[in-house]
């Protein structure tokens, strides 16, 4: 990682140096050698000025909303600049983006509100390949009488079977609740597919977007989902949860909340004090990836991705988004590239998902493996000991593990990279992985 930049490709260039020199926590070292933080779908690293941003906050103008004074005016406006932030990276107005304490929260907030209007009967369709965030709550409508089904995976892939769903959508289906991509496995789903499939059978469709959101970019209104969700410290920010609800639907379902809370959308789904200083930590995360975007500008972009033009300017912050996510992709690919083929030639190894590296653009740089003879626990302690940290068992996919029938033997062990993470730590854990299994 010496240098200022490093080539990702012959074409994409990433200033992984910038990159990394942004985030204090990399510096940390774990039994006399760097920490490989390998553990990004658990939770990453957060860049400096997200540390600034709630720091600062709490220093400064740590109040309540809603009071006719300076403090509590900084913060109603810091909030609508959060918010536009997240418009920005989803694609959608701010008034369409609501806060809560993490995905699991607002997921049980929206199947509430929506099992106000399901009758015994009506159908709602889920996925094998789901995180349970995005399964206990829609079942939780079954003591209604409304029916769960779950679309089955291709097994030896761990891709969903588009056709099993197309089978088990009906008329009676009302919601559609999917990942965009595997917090296990990595694989990304054709959500658009999946949204329109929804959408013909009359049904809702709900896209649990925590996974995808550090690796690739969103777009609600090109998806035409109905509902999006994500969690701001998987992508580099502070601890708080984001649902996007077309502004028709945040009005028109009813929330549980208490008399005194505004009517108002979005702050009607939002319920009690914030974690402001949380909330004043993610336009910071959003600054950071959107000037990501703007040093890539100019430079060619990878062979995954079309090439940002001679020239480009941005003309807003969503474009240098987009522009972040593309170089983003690319580095992510070749860190994919390098892993799997390493993987292969590690004897007793299993790798669970995507193995083929010429369809990284159908996976996030996410890696389960078993290896014969040791356990997920041993493999992830081991490695820790090592300075590399990576995370073991079900990481609540649990109806995976399950269907997979590895959940009684504890799982996976889940290599999880960012694009802060390098090829260098690739082989790292490559290496140790090896030492391992040999
Ligand atoms: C794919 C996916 N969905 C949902 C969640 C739950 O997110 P939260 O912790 O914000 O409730 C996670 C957390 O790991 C996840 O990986």
Redesign the pocket.
């Known amino acids: 990682m010496a240098g200022t930049i490093v080539e990702t490709s012959q074409r994409a260039i990433l200033d992984l140096s910038w990159i990394r020199s942004q985030f204090p926590a990399l510096a940390r070292e774990s039994n006399g050698r760097p920490v490989a933080f390998l553990d990004g779908?658990?939770a990453t690293q957060v860049p400096q000025p997200v540390i600034d941003a709630i720091a600062g906050y709490l220093s400064a103008n740590n109040a309540n909303t809603g009071g006719a004074y300076p403090t509590s005016r900084y913060t109603d406006g810091m909030i609508l600049g959060a918010r536009s932030a997240m418009a920005d990276l989803l694609g959608c107005d701010p008034d369409e983006v609501v806060f809560g304490p993490?995905?699991?929260?607002l997921t049980f907030a929206i199947s509430r509100a929506l099992g106000r209007e399901l009758k015994p009967g009506d159908e709602i369709l889920l996925t094998q390949l789901d995180?349970d965030?995005?399964i206990s709550p829609w079942r939780a409508l079954e003591e209604k009488g409304v029916r769960i089904q779950f679309v089955d995976i291709h097994e030896e892939d761990c891709t969903l079977d588009i056709d099993d769903l197309a089978r088990k959508i009906s008329p009676r289906t009302k919601v559609v609740a999917v990942?965009y991509a595997s917090?296990a496995v990595g694989t990304i789903h054709a959500v658009d597919e999946i949204v329109k499939l929804a959408h013909d059978a009359g049904a809702l469709a709900y896209i649990?977007a925590?996974?995808y959101a550090p690796h690739g970019p969103i777009d609600v209104r090109q998806l035409q989902c109905d509902f999006l969700v994500c969690?701001t410290?998987?992508f580099f920010g502070p601890h708080m949860?984001v649902l996007y609800g077309r502004r028709e639907h945040l009005a028109r379902l009813e929330p549980y909340k208490v008399r005194a809370n505004t009517n108002a959308v979005p702050q009607r789904w939002e319920w009690g004090t914030l974690n402001h200083e949380a909330i004043a930590g993610i336009p910071g995360c959003i600054e950071y990836l959107a000037e990501l975007g703007a040093r890539s500008l100019g430079k060619q972009a990878g062979p995954d991705e079309p090439a940002a033009k001679p020239g480009d300017r941005l003309a807003s912050r969503r474009e240098a988004l987009q522009l972040a996510y593309r170089a983003i992709r690319s580095h992510e690919c070749e860190l994919s590239r390098r892993m799997l083929a390493g993987l292969a030639d590690i004897p007793g190894l299993r790798l669970y998902g995507i193995r083929d590296p010429a369809r990284v653009l159908s996976r996030c740089p996410t890696f389960a493996v078993r290896i014969a003879g040791h356990s997920p626990l041993a493999l992830a302690t081991k490695l820790g000991e090592q300075g590399i940290f990576t995370w073991d068992g079900n990481?609540?996919a649990i109806h995976l593990t399950e269907r997979l029938g590895v959940e009684k033997d504890g799982g996976f062990l889940r290599i999880g990279f960012v694009h802060y993470n390098s090829a260098a730590e690739v082989d790292r854990v490559l290496e140790a992985l090896e030492g391992e299994a040999g």
């Not at 993490?102 to 929260?105: E, K, P, Q, R």
């Open positions: 779908p658990g993490n995905m699991t929260s995180h965030a995005n990942g917090n649990d925590v996974h969690s410290y998987k949860g990481y609540y």
